[in-house]
């Protein structure tokens, strides 16, 4: 049984940093994704960054380009998502998801493209 675990949520002022981490186990498959999502009260969960693990490539939404940063450390099966510059509208329930992928592309971000998720950890910014 794929799990993924996620933690590192918690509350900042607005311009502060989070790393939030996605622990995984189960998942056999070497090329697969790692993606973080997020989901706001009354919006529809969004892509926020992945990371094909076979290579190390990642992909980002536009609205944290060069804000965040996904990356992996495959000893511990752990993906992490650095926040910078965090904003008032960054507060959202982050998860993470994996799936078999064939790359960090535009389509990696789609929820339609993931089987397993995690729980959630909340993530507040305040202005």
């Known amino acids: 049984e794929v799990q993924l675990v996620e933690s590192g949520g918690g509350s900042v002022q607005e311009g502060g940093s989070l790393r939030l981490s996605c622990v995984w186990s189960g998942y056999t498959y070497s090329s697969h994704c790692v993606a973080w999502f997020r989901q706001a009260p009354g919006k529809e969960r969004e892509g926020v960054a992945v990371?094909?693990?076979?290579?190390?490539?990642?992909y980002y939404a536009n609205s944290v380009e060069g804000r965040f940063t996904i990356s992996q450390d495959n000893a511990d099966d752990t993906v992490y998502l650095q926040m910078n510059s965090l904003k008032p509208e960054d507060t959202a329930v982050y998860y993470c998801a994996a799936d078999f992928c064939i790359g960090a592309r535009y389509e990696a971000l789609s929820v339609d493209e993931y089987t397993y998720w995690g729980q959630g950890t909340q993530v507040t910014v305040s202005s």
């Open positions: 990371i094909y693990t076979t290579a190390g490539s990642t």
